[in-house]
Antibody, heavy 120, light 107 residues
Framework: QVQLQESGPGLVKPSETLSLTCTVS??????????WSWVRQPPGKGLEWIGY???????NYNPSLMSRVTISVDTSKNQFSLKLSSVTAADTAVYYC????????????WGQGTLVTVSS | EIVMTQSPATLYVSPGERATLSCRAS??????LAWYQQKPGQAPRLLIY???TRATGIPGRFGGSGSGTEFTLTISSLQSEDFAVYYC?????????FGGGTKVEIK
């Protein structure tokens, strides 16, 4: 069973770049069977899919964030990462790394999530 | 983008009673719909996919139905651990989108 763990700074300044990493265990980020994904949830609000990476380099992003998002993979560390540039307070959220099985694009399993606050 | 609308926003139910949650899509998503449960401070958990197939380990009191634009999640007899927020998610079209959630509270 794949397990995921997010890590990264909990506080980012406005206009800077948010960077998070997801460490994968029980599976390989090189596997073509999975889409390695990010989902976020502002405090007290709903869920928003950010994007995914697969086959160690192909990506698909939510158009609402596409201009600011980069998802990448580090196969040597079995990790994938999220970068979100030019952040504002509206980007304050719990960020989850999640697995999408290729051909079965529902989200399972999820990491525990990490809160990122954008504030000066 | 497909907009998912859930109703009601909050549902008050007594333990042991039946809960019926609705999810509507702005256009047909066929049966490409999933349901999730989220408890405070926890990540969402997959309950249902394919509109009606329970995920591994999900109790039989959770049932999903519907296709096209109208979907229902039914919890046949609410247990204390079922009081939570429930989200639907369509995976028929990109971008993947979620409903705004229904909070199930104790009556």
């Amino acid at each position: 069973q794949v397990q995921l763990q997010e890590s990264g700074p909990g506080l980012v300044k406005p206009s800077e770049t948010l960077s998070l990493t997801c460490t994968v265990s029980g599976g390989s980020v090189s596997s073509g069977s999975y889409y390695w994904s990010w989902v976020r949830q502002p405090p007290g609000k709903g869920l928003e899919w950010i994007g995914y990476i697969y086959d160690s380099g192909s990506t698909n992003y939510n158009p609402s964030l596409m201009s600011r998002v980069t998802i990448s993979v580090d196969t040597s560390k079995n990790q994938f990462s999220l970068k979100l540039s030019s952040v504002t307070a509206a980007d304050t959220a719990v960020y989850y790394c999640v697995v999408l099985v290729r051909g079965s694009p529902w989200f399972d399993p999820w990491g525990q999530g990490t809160l990122v606050t954008v504030s000066s | 983008e497909i907009v998912m609308t859930q109703s009601p926003a909050t549902l008050y139910v007594s333990p042991g009673e039946r809960a019926t949650l609705s999810c509507r899509a702005s256009q047909s998503v066929s049966s490409n719909l999933a349901w999730y449960q989220q408890k405070p401070g926890q990540a969402p958990r997959l309950l249902i996919y394919g509109a009606s197939t329970r995920a591994t380990g999900i109790p039989g009191r959770f049932g999903g139905s519907g296709s096209g634009t109208e979907f229902t999640l039914t919890i046949s007899s609410l247990q204390s651990e079922d009081f939570a927020v429930y989200y639907c998610q369509q995976y028929n079209n990109w971008p993947l989108t979620f409903g705004g959630g229904t909070k199930v509270e104790i009556k």
